[in-house]
């Protein structure tokens, strides 16, 4: 075998001198056959460059280089200056700064250093990357390879195919625009448009990227993808199936090994029946759990619940939803939807079994009911809410206190059906002619009924009293009605006090205004909260509420900060990825980590 370095106009030089040779009869005689005067052209080339190798202090020439000629002829009708080698028994062999090419016919330019090469043709640089094809060009001067025809390229831990790819050596990248197919350990992806940053192992895919995972799915307009790590980063309109979740995003990270990952921008999860959406959406398949920050919606799809928030958290094993910073639940109902706040709101078991929590500050509203209490207690299975520890509600005008309140839901028409104030309930209302005395009735329990989702009919039981002002119907006072009994029924219309009903043993009077002093008319453990009357859903909040000032999101309109989230995550002992082997995390130290959780 010759190896032959075919550089610079002096080699030329030799060649052509070569060929002179043959002028003569005594060469044309020892090289008359075609095959061994390519041998004679080699030689001398050879010899030239055994000179120019002997000057140590050279830089490596740019030049392509022969290593194996084989067959060598000229054509200059349809390739002027360009010398053709074929191959023989072995196939054609070039060589240049670092990469060896092998194919079964070169077309090599040596004055413009740049070769064609066809059929069969291997590319490889070192032992990290391996390229084949139909059709290779190749320009020695910027080390560009272009390549055609079933174009397979390979490194250790991946393979990508295409019909053209453009490979830049001095770059270190590889680029093609006409639909390519990489595979991994783990996943097949494939794009329309794609480029490969060699020393990063890294992909960037264009234009209908598709991700096939024997788990689950990915599809995106725009896809970074790092060949070690598995970690994907989406900008565009993107898409993740799973067996039980889906996954929507237009900016975000997916660590492809575990299933993990996170939204940033218009963010979806459709999980476990419950669709999550949010500024900021984590979610983690291995520990079932999603969370999302900013700006939340979870809906539950088969109660018809959603639960609005700034930072929330869903664990799909316990079936459970946890939401703070300005959380509201919504149960929506038919015209009239029940809005419930407090600074911890809890929903958890599976959906015929879900209970509602609603921890410090709670308060509820709906047109015509609302309240207020330390804490709510919600079952879906009872269709009971408890208003526990300091409850008052608003029904209309009317207020109503007691120990504890109860309110209870037909489970089959999914209305209100009836209220329960227990041990010292108390029911006051500003008297709406006069604007200045109080229409009070008070007894141990109060039982209410409601029709149409409107209250109609109260019972007030055990030492009740009532302090009452009677007007004719030209809104003339006709007294104050002040009077004991052992049962009161109150019958109500358009939530104001239709008609008294007394029950067993009354004892009282209609005393003229002048006849009953001021102190006469309030009855003992009177405590208007007028002020405090939740008249719209918006009040259910408090000024910390709407004062909160929200949780940057980084990375929506620059560059995801990998080396910033895996600090995050060295941080987080719980992230599922830190339990990824060492050798795995060696190989691309920027892995992505979920985002802090918000306090």
């Known amino acids: 075998m010759y190896k032959s370095h075919f550089c610079t106009s002096k080699c030329q030089k030799y060649l052509n001198h070569g060929k002179a040779l043959l002028k003569y009869p005594i060469f044309e005689k020892i090289f008359r056959l075609k095959k061994i005067y390519s041998v004679v052209l080699l030689f001398f080339a050879c010899s030239f460059f055994g000179v120019a190798q002997q000057d140590g202090n050279e830089e490596e020439p740019k030049q392509i280089n022969i290593v194996y000629g084989a067959n060598f002829t000229k054509n200059e009708a349809e390739y002027p200056g360009a010398s053709i080698f074929s191959k023989d028994t072995r196939q054609v062999q070039f060589e240049h700064q670092g990469a060896d090419l092998w194919c079964d016919v070169a077309i090599y330019y040596q004055l413009e250093n740049r070769l064609e090469a066809i059929g069969n ?39 990508l195919r295409t019909d053209t790819l453009r490979l830049d050596r001095e770059k270190q990248e590889a680029f093609y625009q006409d639909n390519g197919t990489v595979v991994d350990s783990a996943n097949t992806l494939t794009s329309k448009i794609g480029k490969y940053f060699m020393e990063l192992k890294k992909y960037q895919f264009l234009d209908s990227v598709h991700v096939q ?13 790092y060949t070690n790590s598995k970690n994907a980063y989406m900008y ?25 990952g996170y939204g940033i921008k218009n963010t979806r999860i459709d999980y476990n029946n419950r669709i999550i959406e949010g500024d900021s959406v984590y979610f983690n398949k291995v520990q079932e759990f999603a969370s999302a920050t900013n700006n939340i919606t979870v809906t539950d799809t088969i109660n018809k619940g959603i639960i609005r928030a700034h930072y929330a958290e869903v664990f799909k094993a316990k079936d459970s939803v946890f939401a703070t910073r300005r959380a509201v639940s919504i149960s929506v109902q038919e015209r009239d939807s029940l809005y419930v706040h407090g ?94 005395g109080y229409n009070q009735a008070k007894g141990i329990n109060l039982f209410g009924k409601f029709i149409d989702n409107e209250l109609k009919l109260i019972d007030l039981v055990q030492n009740t009293e009532v302090v009452y002002y009677m007007y004719n119907d030209d809104d003339e006072l006709i007294g104050i009605d002040k009077t004991v009994c052992s049962k009161i029924r109150i019958t109500m ?31 003992k453990g009177f405590v208007w909260r007028g002020d405090e009357r939740i008249l719209t859903k918006e009040d259910i909040f408090d000024e910390d509420d709407n004062n909160l000032k929200l949780v940057v999101i980084n990375g929506i309109d620059n560059p995801i900060d990998i080396d910033a989230e895996e600090q995050q995550r060295s941080q987080n002992e719980s992230d599922p990825v830190n339990n990824i082997p060492a050798q795995d995390k060696a190989t691309d130290p920027k892995k992505s980590v979920k985002p802090k959780k918000v306090k």
């Open 236 to 260: 565009g309109p993107s898409t993740i199936n799973g067996e039980t979740y889906k996954i929507y995003c237009e900016r975000g990270f997916y660590d492809t090994k575990v299933e993990t």
């Open 343 to 436: 600074d911890t709101l809890m929903v958890t078991g599976k959906p015929e079994d879900r209970v509602l929590r609603a921890f410090r500050n709670a308060k509820f509203y709906k047109t015509d009911l609302s309240g207020k209490c330390d804490s709510i207690h919600s079952e879906e299975k009872t269709g009971i809410t408890q208003l526990i520890k300091n409850p008052i509600i608003w029904n209309g005008a009317n207020q109503m206190t007691g120990d504890s309140i109860h309110l209870k839901s037909n489970l089959e028409t999914e209305k209100l059906d009836s209220l329960k104030v227990l041990k010292n309930a108390f029911i006051i209302s500003l008297d709406s002619v006069s604007m200045t």
């Open 493 to 523: 219309v358009d939530n104001d006090i239709e008609d008294l009903t007394f029950y067993t043993d009354p004892d009282g009077d209609i005393f003229p205004e002048k006849d009953l002093p001021e102190n006469s008319r309030i009855l």
């Open 213 to 225: 995972n024997p788990e689950y799915t990915l599809d995106s307009e725009q896809l970074d993808y």
């Open 121 to 159: 043709v291997i590319l490889k640089q070192g032992d990290s990357i391996k390229m084949t094809s139909k059709k290779i060009n190749y320009l020695g001067d910027v080390k560009l390879a272009k390549a055609w025809g079933n174009v397979v390229l390979t490194n250790s831990d991946m393979t």
